[in-house]
Nanobody, 126 residues
């Protein structure tokens, strides 16, 4: 099975602007919707953002709209999450996931996604 690997997390200051990366070994990466989620310990994944196959259609959670931006580089099998104006409440594990069922329909439902990376921890200090 193809894999996803997130990077770019770590300790950040409030107001900072780190960029998370998600590298995919999925051979047909460019065909699929990719999503970013975040997950606190003991809780279900929370939708953050998703992108259609070409980036032409994106969706954001209300809590991050205008603050985070999802983008993708299909040639290099990469998806990014640009995070701006970080707040302490953005502290958690961030994961990327792929939806193998569609190129166009961006879903905010975690169970719609077929496989996930291990995540990258973002910790925001105030």
């Amino acid at each position: 099975q193809a894999q996803l690997a997130e990077s770019g997390g770590g300790l950040a200051q409030a107001g900072g602007s780190p960029r998370l990366s998600c590298a995919s070994s999925e051979p047909n990466f460019s065909r699929y919707v990719i999503g970013w989620f975040r997950q606190a310990p003991g809780k279900e994944p929370e939708f953050v953002a998703a992108s259609s196959w070409d980036g032409g259609r994106t969706s954001y959670a209300d809590s991050v709209r205008g603050q985070f931006t999802i983008s993708r580089d299909n040639a290099n099998h990469m998806v990014y999450l640009q995070m701006n104006s970080l707040k302490p409440e953005d502290t958690t594990l961030y994961l990327c996931a792929v939806d193998l069922s569609t190129s166009f329909v961006v879903s905010d439902v975690p169970t719609q996604y077929d496989y996930w990376g291990q995540g990258t921890q973002v910790t925001v200090s105030s």
